[in-house]
C-alpha cells in the first residue's frame, strides 16, 4: 500500500495577497470581448434557460454565489434590486457555484432572504468556462453575445457595464462553444505542482504537501464539489474511495486498501 496525502486549498477559501477583486480581474482578463458560453441552464424550479437564444436580444448578468459566501450575501440585496429593475435587454440570472452546497440549502436561502430571480447551481460548465476564481463574481455579456465585464464588487465599474450592455444595440451575434463537463479522472495524473512553499512535486508524491489550487484545476480535475473531501489512491495510482471525513472512515478506508 501507498499512502498519498495531499491537501490543496481552494482558491476562495483562504486569504491571499490578492483581493477578490484582483483575482475576479485576473480571471477576467483573457474573457473580455470573447464569445460567451451557449448553455442550456436548468434553474432550482425545473425551468429552463438558453442562454444562446438570450444572445443577440438581451444583456446577460450572471452572478456566481454561495450561501456560505459572505460578501455574496452583502450583496444579494443589490443583486435582487438590479432583478426586480431590469429592463426587456437584461436576463439576470443568479448562478451557485454548486460547491459545499446542496440544492435544500439553495432553496432555504432563497426563501428566506426572498430570492425571486432564476437561480441556476452550476455543474462546473460555467465555472470553468467564465473562469470562476472568487464568490460572487459578476459576468455582464452584451447584446451581441460577448463577454463585457468580470468582477467581484459591487461598485461603478459594475454599474456601468451593465449600463453599456443593455445599451448596445440588439444584431449580430459572435458564434460560441458549448461547453462540456469532463468526467472526475479516477487515476492520480502524473502532474507536478507548486506548494506554498514554492517548492514542485509530483502530485503523487510521498508526504503532505500543501497547495493552493488558484484556478481550480485540481478541484475540477478530481470532481471535488465540497470540502473536505479526502482521495484514498491505490499503489496504482487509482482513486478506490472519497471520503468527506478523517478519523475512522479513513482508517477502514487505509485497512481495506493495506489487505489487496
Partial sequence: ??????????????????????????????????????????????RRIDLGSLYGKKAVYLKFWAT???????????????FETAGP????????????????????????????????????????????????????????????????????????????????????VAPGASPRAAPPVDHVPARRIATLDGQSVALDAAGAPLALDETGELFRTFGVREVPQILVVDRDGRIVERLSSAGAPLEKALARLAKR
Fill in 1 to 46: 500500500m501507498r499512502l498519498i496525502a495531499l491537501a490543496v486549498v481552494l482558491w476562495s477559501a483562504v486569504a491571499s495577497a490578492s483581493t477578490g477583486q484582483d483575482r475576479a480581474t485576473a480571471a477576467g482578463r483573457d474573457l473580455i470581448g470573447q464569445p460567451a458560453p451557449r448553455l442550456t441552464l436548468s434553474t432550482i424550479d425545473g
Fill in 68 to 82: 456560505w459566501c459572505v460578501p455574496c450575501r452583502e450583496q444579494m440585496p443589490h443583486f435582487e434590486r438590479t
Fill in 89 to 172: 435587454n437584461l436576463a439576470v440570472i443568479a448562478v451557485n457555484a454548486g460547491f459545499s452546497d446542496s440544492l435544500d440549502e439553495v432553496r432555504d436561502y432563497r426563501r428566506t432572504v426572498g430570492l425571486h430571480m432564476p437561480i441556476v447551481i452550476d455543474d462546473g460548465r460555467l465555472a470553468d468556462a467564465l473562469h470562476l476564481r472568487v464568490t460572487p463574481q459578476h459576468v455582464v455579456i452584451g447584446r451581441d453575445g460577448r463577454i463585457l465585464y468580470v468582477g467581484h464588487l459591487v461598485d461603478d465599474a459594475l454599474t456601468q457595464a451593465l449600463a453599456r450592455a443593455q445599451a448596445e444595440p440588439a444584431g449580430a
